[in-house]
Each structure stands twice: as structure tokens, then as C-alpha cells.
């Protein structure tokens, strides 16, 4: 059976590389009708935070994709160590008592990268277990071969074969000084234990499967299948990171901003992968439907922002397209939050007004705001003026309309019916007439088509925005 996992560790908010790799196990496991575990990787307590935690909850919640078990690695922390110590039992691993900074496995020494301590590393059982139980400190590492010209191997689902001597490849820790496991040793613990048998994770894991391929093989487990995923990067070429990129980075940035958890996904799926039909725009059982392996590319996937744009113009072009075909009750839902103290009904009359008009969900705010305000803001009194120059014109048109709108019903016919019948009795041509009066209403010249708006304006506030505009003329 598929089972799969995502692993995040708590020690940002969650990345949007990181929920691409989510939403890749999600739909490798619904697609083969497996399981979707979430495993959250908390056992680096001095880098863990509960605000790295929430962001990463709540960037997943919103994706609403879900997950069918939740596990955290700092409640099994135990279980990793059993594991170490099977592998030492084994003779493949041993205790190292050189000072904690050898705790690294990144170490330089002349001549090229740290590879093993000889002398700890043919240091007796006896000597290495008295030296233990007198209570001297050490790190338990792994016995990489050393005397094999056996490849370590593994294929991975998505970039073909890969090798690498042992040669190359350093006695890694895998318990700390303080008995804590490493992210080897408890990544791999966990994938053990938990059966889980495809790792999809990023790129930029690929150099550490070859540690984790020794781990599995040292617990007598069986291979999982890698597969590993293109990363994502800026437009100038390099990695889309957290430190360098801020925000523009975060999943509840794009949360906030308006987008909806399905276009977001939809756009987060072609960074790296796409159809054998080149699809864009695609369901979420298109999406299910449709995913494997193959269509995962090898090269990056550029993010594109500006200083002045932080979203990529495909991510808010799935977005306007998914709100233009939302039914209208959802999208003022969606809507709601976006205008403080809003009237749920009244949201749900403009919702269909502005719906072609935005492309996110905050847009609301400004292309709506004039129709939850009881005062319009300051506006160009100039706009009111449908002809250059013709001030009077506009103040016959704004007087006329007082007069009709007091009286008409407000209902689009019978609002199209009277001011049409108003703009041919003072012989200008309807676009004259209706120019001062959405002004006068909205504040601004483009706005949603003017006897909808009127309609839900209202007649009270309509008229009360007629006289203001007067009194600038």
C-alpha cells in the first residue's frame, strides 16, 4: 500500500517549496488511493518555535487538502534510538569521544572534507564501553565502510540512478552527545516504523538519501522509493529562500493576500510537474487524476515577482479565473472576511457586481469599498464633469437625477428606464448622464455598471451622494 509523508520542521512558516512538496505526497497518495501522514519533524528544540508550528497548521488547513495521520517526531524520540543502537549492536556504528564541535559532519582538514576519526573509529568495544559507562560524553556515529568499492545506491523516481562510493561519504551522526537522534537517524526511524514507502521531498535532499539508504539497510529495513523534486528559485536564478525573500515565500502570504486554496494549489502543482496534455487550469480531481512521476521536470522552477508585484502573474491569472467561475454564494463567503464588519447580505449583492473586476480576494476592498462606506473619501470634483469645461451640464444632470431618483423604483429596469428617459430630455447622450451620477455615487469613474450599483445602494444613500457631489459644483 502507498503511504507517503510530509515532514516539516517548526522552525519558520511554511515555505511555499514546502507546500508544493505537500501537495505532491497528497496527490501521490490520493491518486494511488494511499495514505497521507504528516509528520512533524520537532526534535531540534533549540530552533522550534509555536509560531513556526501555527504557521505551518494554518498554511495546511487553508491548502484544504488534509491529511490522514499526524505524528510528531519529538513524542518518538525513543523509538530512534532503539534503532541507533540496533545498528551499533551490528558493529555498523560506534561511539566517537572527540569534543562535541566533531559533532559536525561539515568539518574541513587539510587535504579535503572530514570524513572519519581513525582512532575513535578503531577504538576496542571494551575501551569504547568503559569510556562510556565512566560517563565521558560522546556522538554515536555510523561505520561507513571504508574498505568497499561498493557503491551506495539508489533509482530515483524522478532524476534516474544515483551512486556514490562510501569513499565519499562521512561517518555521520546519528545520536547527539546528548542522546538526542540527528535528522538522519530519526527521519529514518520514523519512515521505518511508519511503513512508509514513497519519500517525495525536495531537490535538495537528494546528497543526504545516500546516508539514509546506509540507515535503512543497517535496521535490516526495506528501500522506499525516493522520488526528489525540482527546487523552486527567484527570477535572478537563485533559491527561493525564507532568509533572502521574506515573505513572498510564506503560503499565508498568498492567504492573505485573496487567493483561494485551490488556485494556489493548482499554481503550486505546475512549478515542476504538469499534465502530458499541458493543462493549466485543472480541478482538483484533474489534478488527483492526473499526477505521477513522469510529469515531474528535472530543472527548477522559477517563482516570478518583482520588488513591485510579489506574486507571479500565473498565480493571480488561476485566481481570477477560479473566481469568475465560483457560484456567487461561495465567492461572497470568501469574500466576507476581506471587509470588516460587513453585512453577509449585502456582500452577497455586491459579490456578483465585481465579480469579473477582481483578480483577488482583497480586491474587494477597492473595488467595492464605496458601497460599505457611510461617507465617500475626497474624490477630483473634475471627474464629474462628463465634458471638459461643461461644469453647468453637470450640474443639470446631477439635479435631474436628484429629482428622478426620488421617486423611480430602484430596480434596474425601472432605473435604466428614467434616467435614459432624463439624459434625452436634457438632449445628452445617456454616457453624459451617467458619468456625474456614478461619480457622485462611487467616487470614481470606473466602477461596477451604474443601475446594479444603484440597486444596492439604495435610495437613501444615493441621494445623500447626489446632494455632497452638488455642493462641489
Same mark, same amino acid.
Given at each position: 500500500?502507498?503511504?507517503?509523508?510530509?515532514?516539516?520542521?517548526?522552525t519558520g512558516f511554511l515555505h511555499i517549496g514546502?507546500?508544493?512538496?505537500?501537495?505532491?505526497?497528497?496527490?501521490?497518495?490520493?491518486?494511488?488511493?494511499?495514505?497521507?501522514?504528516? @509528520?512533524?519533524?520537532d526534535t531540534d528544540v533549540d530552533r522550534n518555535t509555536q509560531a513556526s508550528r501555527d504557521s505551518i497548521f494554518d498554511g495546511l488547513k487553508w491548502l484544504d487538502l488534509g491529511w490522514d495521520e499526524l505524528y510528531h517526531q519529538s513524542d518518538r524520540i525513543?523509538?530512534?534510538?532503539?534503532?541507533?543502537?540496533?545498528?551499533?549492536? %551490528?558493529?555498523?556504528?560506534?561511539?566517537?569521544?572527540?569534543?562535541?564541535?566533531?559533532?559536525?559532519?561539515?568539518?574541513?582538514?587539510?587535504?579535503?572534507?572530514?570524513?572519519?576519526?581513525?582512532?575513535?573509529?578503531?577504538?576496542?568495544?571494551?575501551?569504547?564501553q568503559r569510556r562510556a559507562d565512566a560517563g565521558e560524553p560522546f556522538v554515536l556515529r555510523f561505520r561507513v565502510p571504508r574498505d568497499s568499492s561498493h557503491p551506495v545506491e539508489f533509482r530515483d523516481a524522478v532524476y534516474g540512478p544515483q551512486s556514490k562510493l562510501p569513499a565519499d561519504i562521512e561517518d555521520f551522526a546519528l545520536l547527539r552527545s546528548n542522546g538526542?537522534?540527528?535528522?538522519?537517524?530519526?527521519?529514518?526511524?520514523?519512515? /521505518?516504523?511508519l511503513n512508509i514507502s514513497h519519500i517525495i521531498r525536495g531537490q535538495d535532499h537528494l546528497t543526504n538519501t545516500f546516508k539514509h539508504v546506509l540507515i535503512f539497510e543497517a535496521a535490516g529495513a526495506a528501500l522506499p522509493i525516493f522520488a526528489h523534486l525540482p527546487l523552486l528559485i527567484a527570477p535572478d536564478g537563485s533559491k527561493l529562500s525564507k532568509r533572502k525573500h521574506g515573505p513572498v515565500v510564506s503560503v499565508t502570504t498568498y492567504r492573505d493576500a485573496g487567493f483561494l486554496p485551490h488556485a494556489f494549489v493548482n499554481f503550486l502543482c505546475l512549478l515542476g510537474w504538469s499534465p502530458k496534455d499541458n493543462r493549466e487550469q485543472m480541478a482538483r480531481q484533474e489534478l488527483t487524476d492526473a499526477f505521477s512521476f513522469e510529469g515531474i521536470n528535472?530543472?527548477?522552477?522559477?517563482?516570478?515577482?518583482?520588488?513591485?508585484?510579489?506574486?507571479?502573474? %500565473?498565480?493571480?491569472?488561476?485566481?481570477?479565473?477560479? /473566481? @469568475?467561475?465560483?457560484?456567487?454564494?461561495?465567492?461572497?463567503?470568501?469574500?466576507?472576511?476581506?471587509?470588516?464588519?460587513?453585512?453577509?447580505?449585502?456582500?452577497l449583492q455586491v459579490t456578483p457586481l465585481i465579480q469579473e473586476r477582481i483578480k483577488l480576494l482583497r480586491d474587494v476592498s477597492t473595488a467595492a469599498d464605496f458601497f460599505f462606506l457611510d461617507e465617500l473619501p475626497p474624490y477630483d470634483s473634475a471627474e464629474l464633469i462628463p465634458q471638459k469645461g461643461d461644469a453647468p451640464m453637470a450640474l443639470a444632470v446631477l439635479e435631474r437625477a436628484r429629482e428622478v431618483l426620488s421617486t423611480v423604483e430602484f430596480k434596474h429596469d425601472a432605473l435604466d428606464q428614467a434616467l435614459r428617459a432624463a439624459?434625452?430630455?436634457?438632449?445628452?447622450?445617456?454616457?453624459?448622464?451617467?458619468?456625474? /451620477?456614478?461619480?457622485?455615487?462611487?467616487?470614481? %469613474?470606473?466602477?461596477?455598471?451604474?443601475?446594479?450599483?444603484?440597486?444596492?445602494?439604495?435610495?437613501?444613500?444615493?441621494?445623500? @451622494?447626489?446632494?455632497?457631489?452638488?455642493a462641489l459644483l
Open positions: 500500500m502507498v503511504r507517503v509523508r510530509f515532514a516539516p520542521s517548526p514546502s507546500a508544493r512538496t505537500f501537495i505532491f505526497n497528497w496527490l501521490y497518495a490520493r491518486h494511488n488511493n494511499g495514505t497521507m501522514v504528516l @509528520r512533524i519533524d525513543e523509538l530512534h534510538r532503539q534503532v541507533a543502537w540496533k545498528i551499533f549492536e %551490528k558493529g555498523l556504528a560506534y561511539r566517537d569521544f572527540t569534543p562535541a564541535s566533531a559533532e559536525s559532519d561539515t568539518k574541513e582538514r587539510s587535504g579535503g572534507p572530514w570524513l572519519f576519526n581513525p582512532a575513535m573509529r578503531e577504538l576496542s568495544n571494551e575501551e569504547s538526542i537522534p540527528t535528522y538522519h537517524m530519526a527521519s529514518c526511524a520514523d519512515d /521505518i516504523d528535472h530543472s527548477n522552477a522559477v517563482v516570478n515577482f518583482t520588488d513591485q508585484d510579489p506574486f507571479d502573474p %500565473k498565480a493571480v491569472w488561476l485566481n481570477a479565473e477560479l /473566481i @469568475r467561475t465560483m457560484p456567487v454564494e461561495e465567492l461572497a463567503k470568501q469574500l466576507l472576511p476581506f471587509v470588516p464588519n460587513a453585512d453577509p447580505g449585502k456582500i439624459a434625452q430630455d436634457l438632449k445628452i447622450k445617456p454616457g453624459q448622464m451617467f458619468q456625474p /451620477i456614478r461619480v457622485a455615487v462611487c467616487g470614481r %469613474k470606473n466602477a461596477p455598471p451604474l443601475f446594479e450599483t444603484l440597486e444596492v445602494l439604495g435610495r437613501e444613500t444615493t441621494l445623500k @451622494r447626489i446632494n455632497a457631489a452638488l
